[in-house]
């Protein structure tokens, strides 16, 4: 099964389906059936699960495009990315962002960050009439802009822990929004079982994917953020950027526009 949305997002369901291309157009086949025809300039992304298969001359469209290519499990667990050789072209771009993480730059960067999450969650608390941040003994806006150290991971240190009491905070009251036969009592990531929290979950998955190619696509260094910390297998400025979207909000927050 194929389906397009209404951003022209070729996603296929299940297993057995083909992708390929003609000269202008997408063309997904099922059971060696056509069933969709897309043009190239229409689609803005394509999501294919392990089962199914593109053609190398589809996907050479998809660069010529810049056409986001995403293979997923079967389960729709983001694996990896179709990427073009010049998105590691960009050198000093990446340079910059390696002196950022080292001076006060790069600490000021993780305030912005932190700050915005923490108005989009005060958004969410105040539209539903849930204990305010303001009745904590947390530091203010004004003490995170003020916020200092001997050296930038110093600085970043103090961030990830004044971040880690107002999410707390944040899930608490929110959690009480659900019913009580969905109600957690915590957040939980690794190991969860409960519905609500593998929901979340599965949402911040796709969050990650959608920040990635963002970042890749700003030919900035996914694996360098100035918040989280640089492990194996992490994508710390994708961590870092993922939590201003976190808050389910349109409204992209206000504190990020500051220059620092």
Known sequence: MTRATKAEKIIIDGYGSFIGANRISFVVKTDKKQVQSIPFYKVSEIVIPCGNAISSTALFWANVYSIDVLLVSPLGKPLGTFRSLKSDSYVKTRICQYEAYRNRKGAEIAKQVILGKIGAQSQILRKHDLELFESLRLPSKEQIERLDGEDADSVRLKLQTIESHYTQ????????????????????????????????????????????????????????????????????????????????????????????
């Open 169 to 260: 905070h944040y899930f608490s009251q929110v959690f009480k929004l659900f019913p009580k036969h969905l109600r957690i009592e915590q957040r939980e990531t690794f190991g969860a079982y409960e519905p609500l929290n593998n929901l979340l979950n599965l949402a911040y998955e796709i969050l990650t994917w959608k920040v990635f190619r963002a970042v890749t696509k700003a030919r900035l260094e996914p694996y360098l953020g100035f918040i989280h910390s640089m492990q194996k297998d992490k994508p710390s400025l994708v961590c870092d950027l993922q939590e201003l979207y976190r808050p389910p909000n349109r409204r992209f927050p206000n504190s990020i526009h500051k220059k620092p």
